[in-house]
């Protein structure tokens, strides 16, 4: 494939979206139109806005369809994507690709338009015929309640080309273009189609395309270059005007205090921009000057802030050495600029803004007098272009659409402080999860629930919640129990990695998934007791040993399916870790008591306080299978060269028997940087007679290995956290550290750490180590069980059975310490081999595609929505991600006959590589080059190694194919193909029903 897009001629676009609209009831995939109150609209540049929110000039201004999606979403204000006299080939070679990141806080190393400039200037006008069209087609506002803003650069030279002269008058007046005439002639060919426009309208389409400028200079510009270009944009050219201003105005120490405090110290950037660029004390009399002369000629002015943040890549995030930050990250500095110089121009300075907005801060912005505001960053995550129909809403339902009468000061600077600690802008104290999963996008019905998929034994997510938030607490536990028999371990304690995965992170936080479950196992828990009752016996007989969570859910499988299950557990209760050894504050006995129940119930044999030491001997009487669910009890070491330690699990099991009555001194330092860790500090702190807990660990919070929602208790627990020490000796109650330092990333993003040659004393009466534990290899070796070169038993992948037949290992004990739901995943693998079948069934999600719909785009947290199945989008039913996030709508979702789900298609002449798919994507892969992709010539398909096709002929239902490498040709009535029946209903469905989209 090729990053060099394909234009759409008007008559096709114009016949995409009447099509698209009639038969799908979506224009360029927007589902929910905006229909603004013509009544409602505010006034710049002596044109009416209908909202004063809009697309910033990059990758959603590039094309005509973009441009109609965002207007169709609720923009009124299109700062078009800047064109400069490098454009087409030229320019595309410079950029590296991909180019733009958005996961969390934005990244792009691209620059403007990838189009040669007379193109993209057919691009905007086109789109401006289209915004006319569709405004009063579908009454979405009046055919004057828009705006197209020019964004030009980065020299005057450059401004005064042939090339860049005539895009500056031609889109002034564009009456005489061949583009202005070619789509007034089409619209009207095609003005019987319409219902609501008349060939009147269309010849009423004004050719004064714009009528201002928004100046955009690349970093390092000459103040005098950047005033000689406002100079000539207002005195030759007539236009009102706005200069891009830099976040570097606002000093070096200033920025990087601002990033180190909000959580974005790994971000790099040093002082050379800050010093290259235009400095404030140059910007301010340029910018009162400035104002004058727009004064002067009638005309308005002002600056756009702000600019890109340039910053180094230094962990690979994209093929370029320095990259564009932007969004989340943006906004405390670009809001901080605008109260800046808001304060200097006592609110006269008028100020367009970009930098973080989004529907939490939106109402805010443009409350405080600073408009038009325009997105990107936002725009590029899951809900996509739709995004800005809350933000329209937002800016109704707050009444702020009033006109310009200056900047309000106080309250920008309100906003400005807020920002710094505001959750929406502040960084997560730990690198975010992957969200994808370790497998590749299929071909076809790609939809999946990726909290389902990330739940080690695959929980029906989907299907539980509503039930619990409708109340029907007995059907939503029967549901959660079908694979977990812990609800109440899991509801408290549980890292839920479905979270972690959960899309709603790309909105504002995850579906409450693990609240949600405990609510159910609390509300439901006495009726589903009630209901429980031993199984007919299915003639097996099983012994588990180990009643930690692992056991007991092993315990749990085998009883529900009938078995015989005895099970053996060495302590006066079951629970394991979690009962014995993780504190009473983290989760009490009571919750562990009741999952236990569940087992008494269904009859399991519970014997306490009998170790078992030999498990052939179990299976000698009578046993078809023995369980070892002994967890990884072997401590962990850690040698100091001088001075003891104390093992973190031995101290907390004293702690919860003795109730914190422990004699560990005043000061007390943990070494370690996991979830144990975080128990034994926390629970040092609660001991009688600690004053300080240090936690020390040789890198930083950043990259230790608890659950950030650990390390965060632990942080308000005051906890004091020692980062990059290295432990060396306890003498004198004092632990003596080496002084550690972190490298630079390596290819792969990882920091190590290494010693910078100097040693730091913390005060220590006590050091407990919480360094991990390790499996009983011993024990095993003791029951004829091979082990590996560490130790573990080796077992069967796919059953967990041992080398000894009927013998299975599972729980901690077989890889070391992991996660609670980890053991239960093992739990139902061996017992899914003992039964020899699975150990539960499915429950589909009960939600409706419209309904799922509805909730794209629209960011609502907990806070604003405590029905958490409301707030979940449903990705199983409908996931789209891709689709929304393609700012060349590239990709689209289609419904193909004879499928549940609707299919995903790649369109390639409409793609860039610009790569954004590929971060939202929940699987290991990048939709632009892995999803089936419809090319629009045989050359384009030579260009690529996409499996997909190209029609040759669309009545004769023939298309040229690539699959699995091979290119062919196939003819889609002829089932002897070698093209899979699915695929060829997909290029049926295209050729029949979405001809629109073949060029």
């Excluded at 970093?219 to 706005?242: M, N, R, V, W």
């Excluded at 910007?283 to 890109?308: C, H, Q, S, W, Y």
């Excluded at 569940?598 to 030999?614: A, M, P, S, T």
């Excluded at 919070?701 to 390390?711: F, W």
Aim: charged share 25%; glycine share 8%; aromatic share 8%.
């Amino acid at each position: 494939m090729s990053d060099i897009m394909t234009s759409v001629p008007f008559r096709k676009l114009l016949d995409w979206v009447l099509r698209e609209k009639e038969e799908k009831g979506t224009i360029f995939g927007v589902r929910r139109p905006y229909e603004a109150d013509p009544s409602e609209t505010v006034q710049i540049f002596g044109r009416k806005l209908e909202t004063q929110i809009g697309p910033a000039a990059g990758p959603h201004t590039q094309l005509a369809q973009n441009i109609a999606a965002a207007y169709v979403a609720g923009s009124r204000f299109f700062e078009l994507k800047t064109v400069q006299i490098m454009d087409g080939e030229e320019l595309s070679a410079c950029v590296n690709k991909p180019c733009i990141l958005a996961e969390d806080e934005g990244y792009n190393c691209e620059w403007s338009t990838e189009l040669y400039v007379p193109q993209a200037m057919e691009e905007y006008i086109k789109a401006w015929f289209l915004l006319h069209i569709i405004s009063k087609e579908y009454g979405l506002g009046a055919a004057d309640g828009f705006q197209f803003n020019i964004s030009v650069g980065y020299d005057l030279a450059g401004l005064k080309s042939e090339k860049i002269n005539t895009f500056i008058d031609t889109m002034t007046e564009a009456k005489d273009s061949s583009i202005f005439k070619e789509c007034m002639r089409e619209a009207k060919l095609m003005a019987k189609r319409l219902h609501n426009v008349t060939e009147e309208d269309i010849e009423a389409i004004p050719s004064d395309i714009c009528n201002s400028a928004t100046i955009s200079t690349l970093h390092g510009c000459p103040p005098q270059e950047i005033e000689s270009i406002a100079d000539y944009l207002l005195k030759e050219k007539g236009l009102h005007t706005f200069i891009k201003c830099n976040p570097t105005l606002l000093g070096y120490e200033f920025a990087r205090k601002t990033m180190d405090g909000m959580g974005y110290d790994y971000m790099v950037f040093g002082d050379f921009h800050f010093k290259d660029d235009l400095q404030y004390e140059d910007a301010v009399p340029m910018l009162t000057r400035l104002m004058k002369l727009a004064d002067e000629k009638n005309l308005e002015f002002g600056v756009k802030i702000t600019n890109t943040f340039p910053v180094d890549v230094k962990e690979n995030q994209l093929p370029s050495g320095e990259m564009y930050m932007s969004g989340k990250a943006l906004f405390p500095l670009s809001i901080s600029l605008a109260a800046k110089l808001s304060e200097e121009f006592r609110g006269k300075l008028r100020i367009s803004y970009s930098g973080g907005a989004d529907a939490y801060n939106i109402a805010e912005i443009v409350g405080a007098g600073i408009w038009p505001v325009t997105v990107a960053t936002t725009l590029l995550k899951p809900g996509g272009y739709q995004r800005l129909s809350q933000m329209a809403e937002k800016l109704q339902e707050r009444g702020v659409m009033l006109p310009f009468k200056g900047v309000d000061v106080n309250a920008v600077s309100e906003l400005a402080v807020k920002a710094r600690t505001d959750k929406h802008h502040v960084k997560a104290a730990k690198p975010l999860p992957s969200r994808k999963m370790k497998q590749p996008v299929p071909l076809l019905d790609c939809y999946v629930a990726p909290c389902k998929e990330g739940c080690p034994i695959h929980q029906d997510i989907t299907a539980y919640m509503p039930l619990t938030d409708e109340g029907k607490y007995k059907e939503a536990l029967e549901v959660i129990m079908e694979r977990n028999p812990l609800p109440f371990i899991t509801g408290t304690i549980c890292a839920h990695n479905c979270m972690s995965k959960c899309t709603r992170n790309f909105y504002e936080e995850p579906v409450h998934i693990r609240d949600n479950k405990l609510k159910a196992a609390m509300g439901g828990y006495e009726d589903v007791l009630n209901s429980l009752n031993p199984a007919e016996k299915n003639g097996k007989k099983a012994a588990v040993i180990g009643g930690g969570p692992a056991g007991m859910a092993c315990a749990y499988y085998l009883a529900k399916a009938g078995t015989e299950v005895t099970l053996y557990e060495k302590t006066d209760s079951l629970g394991g870790v979690v009962r014995h050894v993780i504190p009473e504050f983290r989760i009490p006995a009571a919750s562990v008591e009741k999952d236990a129940s569940f087992l008494r119930k269904l009859g399991v044999d519970i014997q306490l306080n009998v170790e078992i030491e030999n498990a052939q001997a179990l299976r000698k009487q009578g046993y078809d299978a023995v369980i070892l669910a002994v967890g990884a009890s072997k401590p962990g070491e850690l040698s100091l060269e001088k001075g003891g330690v104390i093992n973190a699990l031995e101290f907390l099991k004293e702690f919860k028997e003795k109730d914190g009555d422990v004699m560990i001194g005043k000061n007390v330092a943990v070494i370690g940087g996991g979830n144990t860790a975080m128990d034994t500090a926390r629970a040092a702190k609660r001991t009688k007679g600690v004053e300080h807990v240090y936690l020390v660990y040789r890198r930083t919070k950043r990259y230790m290995p608890a659950d950030e929602e650990e390390l965060l208790m632990a942080v308000e627990d005051g906890v004091e956290f020692k980062e990059l020490l290295s432990p060396v000796l306890l003498e004198d109650g004092e632990l003596v550290c080496k002084v550690m330092e972190l490298s630079d990333p390596d290819k792969t993003g990882r920091r190590s750490v290494k010693s910078i040659g100097k040693r730091t004393g913390i005060p220590a009466d006590t050091v407990i180590a919480a360094v991990g534990e390790q499996v009983p290899s011993d024990f095993y070796q003791e029951n004829g069980i091979q082990v590996d070169s560490r130790g573990r038993a080796k077992t069967d992948p796919e059953t967990l059975m041992t080398s000894q037949e009927g013998i299975y290992v599972i729980g901690d004990g077989l890889c070391g310490p992991a996660t609670v739901v980890e053991g239960m995943r093992d739990a139902m693998l061996a017992a899914s081999d003992i039964l020899g079948s699975s150990v539960s069934r499915g429950n589909d999600n009960p939600a409706q595609k419209s309904d799922c719909c509805e909730k794209k785009g629209i960011l609502k947290d907990s806070k604003e929505e405590e029905n958490q199945s409301k707030r979940c989008l449903g990705c199983d039913v409908v996931c789209e991600n891709c689709v929304d996030v393609c700012p060349n709508r590239a990709n689209v979702s289609i419904h193909v006959p004879g499928f549940e789900k609707d299919q995903v298609v790649h369109i390639d002449y409409m793609c860039n590589e610009c790569g954004n798919c590929r971060s939202f994507c929940p699987y290991d892969s990048a939709p632009y080059l892995d999803k089936f992709t419809l090319f629009a010539n045989e050359k384009d398909m030579e260009n690529s190694k996409n499996d997909g096709f190209f029609v040759l002929d669309r009545e004769e239902k023939k298309c040229l194919v690539r699959y699995l490498g091979e290119t062919m040709t196939v003819n889609l009535e002829d089932e002897s193909s070698a093209v899979t029946e699915g695929l060829r209903r997909l290029m049926t469905v295209i050729c029949e029903d979405y001809a629109f989209y073949l060029l």
